[in-house]
């Protein structure tokens, strides 16, 4: 599974911004998947993931009231929106799959390339 991401870019300090993850030459209707991201001179961070039929999801604390993960299987994509973002944002955010079942994965097996997305304080 090929992952593609859009729709970063750059946004003031408190707008919003949405964010698209698609899957080439695949379906992403039995991963469960997730949004990271990494800032300059960071390590890849976990933001948030979503189960396989969208019921429940999971955000890293920093996120929590202002991201919210969604997914379309039916659109074959899984989408990050983002509200009151805020400076230290700022990263490129990945998209990434892991086949499993239940729960919630240790490893992901497919990582998409990236998309910036710059708040502008």
């Known amino acids: 599974v090929r992952l593609v991401e859009s729709g970063g870019g750059l946004v003031q300090a408190g707008g919003s911004l949405r964010v698209s993850c698609t899957a080439a030459g695949g379906s992403l209707i039995s991963y469960t998947m997730g949004w990271f991201r990494q800032a300059p001179g960071k390590e890849r961070e976990f933001v948030a993931a979503?189960?396989?039929?969208?019921?429940?999801?999971l955000y890293e604390d920093s996120v929590k009231g202002r991201f919210t993960i969604s997914r379309d299987n039916a659109k074959n994509a899984v989408y990050l929106e983002m509200n009151n973002l805020k400076y230290e944002d700022t990263a490129v955010y990945y998209c990434?799959?892991?086949?499993?079942?239940?729960?919630?994965?240790?490893?992901?097996?497919?990582w998409g390339q990236g998309t910036q997305v710059t708040v502008s304080s």
């Open positions: 990434a799959a892991a086949g499993l079942l239940s729960g919630w994965p240790a490893e992901w097996d497919y």
């Open positions: 979503i189960n396989l039929n969208g019921v429940n999801a």
